[in-house]
């Protein structure tokens, strides 16, 4: 025994921008003026040179043939590189090594490279997150290149980079990689709307705020931003922010929202960005600013996060705003009393809700996401930070990925059922821009009788949505 | 679900080699020397070698007034319209010599073909795709040679490097593997095009065939429909007119791309991707209509090494299918030529020959009229013999049948995912329905209307199986002979 087995790992990852190097045709020139972030720092100067080179290279040969978009991936026998240009002349580039599987067969042991098991499109949707999250906190590239200088933005990327390569887990990505989706909370009317006036109060008392997202603890239940822009700060509070504080956080925080108690009365209502304790405050500490994109234009806020309970308030403040103490302070004063009664209404509305049978593998899992506001749904994953923790095994999650990725030859409407050689099911169903995937593992199962079960399926967990029939 | 022990088609013994269309392309069934030892007849491989080279060298001589006319067209290589084919295959050698581009003069494109060797080389030779939007880029080294396929068709990277892997293949026919690394091991930038006119021809051919026909993706072979007492019958003439013959190893009798009959030396079997080059060479060559033809040729997955040698010649002015008859001799073409009158005579007298015409004539019907009226195409393959059948077309994929083939290759490609094959698939979209089933008998394709229920996709699918067991006999190959 004693096989030895690889999961994806990073590689590389590095951005460039050929218009720095040295003009063509001079050979004397540097070549790592190009470079304006490298990853990881101990390859040598003649490795970076060389890696650059080839995707310069493949990037000219790919244009010869005029495709409907520029380059996004290469494979290789070993390796795999996705790349993204987000701005003109500047590339992001991923590198990551295939998974490998060590087979012992008649006393030879031969390794193997399962390339079908790195999904370029699970990965293309990693890289362009990677920059979407910087661009979100310094901008483009660009603007840093002019409002600042060239070492400006190389320290900014070192930064932020250097961090965020550590913080993502690069084995555990799948189909909920690509959707970057959000996950909403239904509420019934009343408490909907009360959250909604209270919202309305707060941006028409501080006329500085420009939106507000209400959160309850992952789940969005008001936002007046853009999905797109509410995709990446989503990703930040759910992937970064929440999981930091609530770590921190005494009690209530984390509590899953079936078993929310309604008794914990104690407010701890503070702010996880500026200043975290009011009472000992100086100064307003640390916000930070965020650009948005959606509007046609970029728009500079400062992101004022507000915890208590398992709510989470985040507001939007027009980035000129000079921000004072004394601002948080009435806003402290005006939020904690009001939040609470709120919070204990949606736990209320929460702990009435049926609450699912605990699953069994037999229970179909699925997967459900809405393009239009990026909702998504999961039963396979039990909670969305990447930890592989799912509910169903990781073939059949790369079933979904490949639907996904063939679904787009069915054109808007169309739907795939499909048996595996391990005897699981995978449905998938894509109709007015909306996904919808489920996972069956029912032995000695005909396709008829799941295609019903499917239907069944269908009916109960997406009984509000519309599909156009087929 | 359908009522039979045994699926369509499987025979008992199998008349080609039975394998999975991806696999290794390297790995050979045969080797010419055994035959040649196990017969005791004279192996002068050597002198082979030598008269092909004459041969060949005459045909270049013949072509090259052929080329002056090309240099006076105009720039297609820059043009918009060179740029949007929509799939270009090139080889170069591995010292970046040109030797072949699809669409374009290869001299003219001395700049792409050193880009791709560039970045071939700089990727420390481990390139193998490239994907930009509707375009894929699939890279195959074949020692001697590179070759690159740029495609728009939405193909996968594995059918791309199966018709790459056919290219090579077709180059090697002409020249024998052996030779082909002779001689660029003696002289690295040697110019391949020297030997290789008239080859252009052959690989435009095939590539359009690949395109076409569903065979190269399932990587099988598709019979004329004959009553199963006919076939035997031209088999046994065949097999009787050639069994005095030393060293004949192959009888194909083929028309209309399909497989007529194959009679065989004991223990030998044909790859079904040789048979796809010789229908590849039978088809693409006009002239083989009117004379008959000696011609080596090297069988890249029987044996790549050396050359079997063909007679070659359509059976009669009134009877449209061809018989090739391969051997190791090099110098037995008028013992091939009686052979062949005296099949001629045979098959004629015993009413074959009209036979034959009236299958070529009539076709394979459609689904619809043999009583499936949901079912607008299918193919079915009995994995065990390597042999398929599909119906005629019919509307909407009579005008585009490119669209219906690449509909079969994204299927083909789904259930044969190396990591994650799959069992079944029912695929719906609103132009159509796609049933996939592969079992260890058979892999069964089929389009149906788009509206069509499961259950009754189902029930058309298990009655089409019984429809196709009851006709096995006429649609497959199924009785070997042997000479």
Known sequence: MGGMNKEIELQSFFIFNSAFGPKEGDLEGDQLKKILYYYP??????????????????????????????????????????????????????????????????????VEYLEEDLQDNVYEAALKQAYYMYRLFWGTFQNTLDKNDLDTLKLRMEIFF???????????????????????????RQTFLNIQCFVNFIESKWNYIAHTAFLYNEHIIWSGLEPNDMQMIYQYLTGTLLPANVETELQGGSMPRNTASPFISLHHGRFITGPTNLKQAKTIGKVPKVYLFSQGQVREYHLVVYRALSATVCFFIEGKTELAL??????????????????????????????????????????????????????????????????????????????????????????????????????????????FYIVLQQKNASLIGISEEVKRLCETELDRIFFHPM | MADFDVEPGAARDNVLVASESFENFEQMSSSLEEIMSVNAISTAAEIEDDTTTNTQEDITHNQENGSEINEKQEDVENSLDWTNKRKHIFVISTAGKPIYSR??????????????????????????????????????????????????????????????????????????????????????????????????????????????????????????????????????????????????????????????????????????????LIFNLVQATESLKYSESWTPLCLPRFDNSGYLYAHVSYLADDCQACLLLLT????????????????????????????????????????????????????????????????????????????????????????????????????????????????????????????????????????????IKKREDKLFHLNAYTF
């Open chain 1, 41 to 110: 720092s101990t390859d040598n100067t003649r490795v970076q040179e060389d890696n650059v080179g080839l995707v310069e290279g493949i990037v000219q040969f790919t244009q010869t043939f005029n495709p409907s978009s520029p380059v996004s991936s290469l494979h290789t026998s070993k390796l795999r590189q996705l790349y993204f240009q987000p701005e003109p002349d500047f590339w992001v580039v991923l590198t990551l090594t295939l998974p490998i599987v060590t087979k012992v067969k008649e006393n030879a042991t031969s």
């Open chain 1, 162 to 188: 250097t961090a965020y390569l550590k913080s993502i887990k690069i084995s555990n990505l799948d189909i909920l990689t690509i959707f970057g989706g959000i996950q909403y909370l239904p509420l019934d």
């Open chain 1, 326 to 435: 004394n601002d948080f302070k009435a806003l402290d004063e005006f939020i904690n009393p009001k939040l609470s009664s709120i919070v204990n209404d949606i736990a209320e509305y929460c702990s009435k809700q049926v609450v699912t049978p605990s699953s069994t593998p037999e229970t179909p899992k699925f997967i459900y996401f809405n393009k239009l506001n990026l909702a998504y749904k999961s039963s396979v994953h039990l909670d969305n930070k990447h930890t592989g923790n799912v509910t169903c095994n990781k073939d059949s999650l790369r079933v979904m990925s490949d639907m996904k990725h063939t679904n787009s030859y069915l054109g808007l409407d169309g739907e795939n059922i499909v048996k595996t050689t391990n005897d699981y099911w995978v449905f998938s169903k894509t109709s007015n821009l909306r996904e």
């Open chain 2, 103 to 276: 669409y374009g003069n290869e001299d003219k494109l001395a700049w792409l073909f050193g880009v791709m060797l560039g970045l071939f080389r700089y990727s420390r030779d481990s390139i193998k795709s490239i994907h930009a939007g509707d375009t894929t880029y699939v890279f195959l080294s074949k020692k001697p040679l590179i070759l690159v396929a740029v495609s728009k068709t939405g193909e996968c990277v594995n059918q791309l490097t199966l018709q790459l892997n056919y290219v090579f293949n077709q180059i090697v026919s002409m020249l024998t593997l052996k030779r082909l690394t002779k001689i660029y091991d003696e002289k690295a930038n040697y110019d391949l095009r020297r030997l290789l006119t008239g080859v252009d021809r052959l690989i435009d051919h095939l590539l359009d065939f690949s395109e076409n026909e569903p065979a190269f993706t399932l990587g099988a072979i598709q019979c004329l429909p004959l009553a199963i007492s006919e076939r035997d019958s031209i088999s046994k003439i065949i097999k009787d007119a050639c069994s005095k013959i030393r060293n004949l190893v192959f009888a194909i009798l083929l028309g209309n791309n399909r497989l007529i009959s194959l009679v065989q030396m004991k223990k030998y079997h044909l790859h079904p991707a040789d048979l796809h």
């Open chain 2, 328 to 467: 190791v001799e090099k110098d037995v073409f008028f013992p091939l030529s009686e052979a062949k009158q005296k099949i001629v005579e045979k098959l004629r007298m015993g009413n074959n020959l009209e036979h034959i015409n009236t299958s070529l004539a009539a076709l394979e019907e459609s689904a619809l009229a043999t009583g499936f009226p949901e079912l607008r195409h299918y193919l079915y393959k009995c994995k065990s013999t390597v042999q398929f059948y599909q119906p005629a077309l019919c509307p909407p994929y009579t005008k585009n049948k490119v669209r219906l083939i690449e509909l079969y290759k994204r299927a083909h490609q789904k259930m044969h995912c190396p990591t994650r094959p799959l069992k079944l698939s029912f695929e719906r979209s609103s132009d159509e329905a796609v049933f996939s089933w592969d079992t260890k008998g058979f892999e069964l394709y089929a389009v149906f209307e788009p509206l069509i229920d499961t259950a009754s996709a189902i029930n058309c699918v298990s009655k089409l199986l019984n429809w």
